[in-house]
């Protein structure tokens, strides 16, 4: 969460309490920098907005909202994270001095970015959940198809928000504060060990275990899928049949999932997890502020361009959206 280094920051003791800052920071960048930053993630919430709600759109046009709850959901979290964007950018570029209680309740919850990372981090769990789901469905179907109902997946969207609220919560009141009209989110740490042991923690829990999680499940889904390719092969006759058609394009398919999904996550989310965990487990570590704002924008951007990962590859849904063109003419499919 280099997100928390959003603020230049000192070292000093208040009574028995040591406020640990971003002195890994050599060059902090001048306010035109930052504006411009500001600016450009504004346009990316806006763009994440559009995006996400015509796909919402489409998915409830082509019911698939009932069929896939979880990706449904997905697109929801996204959403919300692209108008948490929007909102919490347009707040910081007017530049508040902040004051009183009011100041300490808008450090907390807007200039800290908490509701923001409270989006981001419900839609990394429910990403994770996806791709469980999918690992279920393909290796244990019959186990699957029995225990995995509406209402263990309900629960599973609800867990995301609970568990990305409480753990915003628990960090942003712990490790934030104003000091002299100045907003310091999660910078300020009572002790060096619990700074280094929440980076680590933070570092494998949404970024090492959800790559395994991915590498593994898709790999595994693709060997079944191979599998049950070989069976109905051998049980077909000499020309391409209808089950084994069906069978490569739903292997076409998971590989290019698991292309996109791992190859852009790992991609778009590396820099900005890597950058954190340094930044709190080595207090010398001298990084430029430039860095900060480069990984940022990296992270962010893969909320924009997640529906198109997802939803994007729904056949109904992109005849929806067709449908929407009036120069593109649509197959209409035979009953």
Same mark, same amino acid.
């Given at each position: ?109 807007? %200039? +800290?970015? =908490?509701? &923001? ?12 959940? *996806?791709?469980?789901? $999918? ?68 570092? %494998? +829990?949404? =970024?090492? &275990? ?12 693709? *060997?079944?899928?191979? $599998? ?108």
């Amino acid at each position: 969460m280099t997100e928390h280094l959003s603020v230049s920051m000192t070292t000093e003791t208040v009574g028995d309490v040591t406020q640990t800052t971003a002195t890994n920071l050599t060059s902090l960048p001048s306010r035109g920098i930052e504006f411009y930053f500001q600016c450009a993630v504004v346009v990316i919430g806006v763009v994440g907005i559009a995006a996400n709600a015509l796909i919402l759109y489409a998915l409830v046009a082509s019911k698939q909202h009932k069929k896939h709850v979880l990706i449904f959901h997905q697109n929801v979290t996204d959403f919300v994270s692209s108008l948490c964007l929007v909102i919490t950018y347009a707040l910081k570029l007017c530049n508040f001095y902040l004051t009183g209680l009011s100041g300490y309740w808008f450090c907390m919850f807007v %200039l +800290s970015e =908490y509701f &923001i990372w409270c989006a981001i981090i419900a839609s990394e769990t429910n990403l994770m959940i *996806v791709t469980v789901e $999918r690992y279920l469905k393909a290796v244990f179907p019959i186990w699957s198809k029995k225990h995995l109902r509406r209402r263990v997946i309900y629960l599973a969207m609800a867990f995301t928000w609970i568990s990305s609220v409480v753990h915003m919560c628990a960090v942003t009141f712990t490790t934030s504060d104003v000091i002299d009209g100045v907003c310091y989110g999660y910078v300020i740490w009572k002790s060096r060990v619990g700074q280094v042991a929440y980076g680590i923690w933070y570092f %494998l +829990s949404f =970024y090492v &275990i959800i790559l395994i999680l991915f590498i593994f499940c898709y790999l595994r889904i693709l *060997v079944v899928i191979r $599998r049950q390719a070989r069976v109905m092969a051998s049980h077909s006759g000499p020309g391409p049949s209808t089950a084994q058609t069906q069978s490569r394009n739903i292997l076409t398919n998971v590989i290019k999932t698991m292309i996109i999904v791992s190859a852009f996550y790992a991609i778009s989310d590396t820099p900005q997890d890597v950058y954190y965990l340094l930044l709190n487990v080595n207090a010398n570590l001298t990084l430029l502020a430039y860095g900060y704002y480069a990984s940022m924008f990296t992270s962010f951007l893969y909320f924009c361009a997640n529906p198109f990962i997802y939803a994007t590859k729904f056949e109904p849904v992109k005849r929806v959206l067709l449908h929407q063109i009036p120069c593109v003419k649509t197959p209409v499919e035979p009953r």
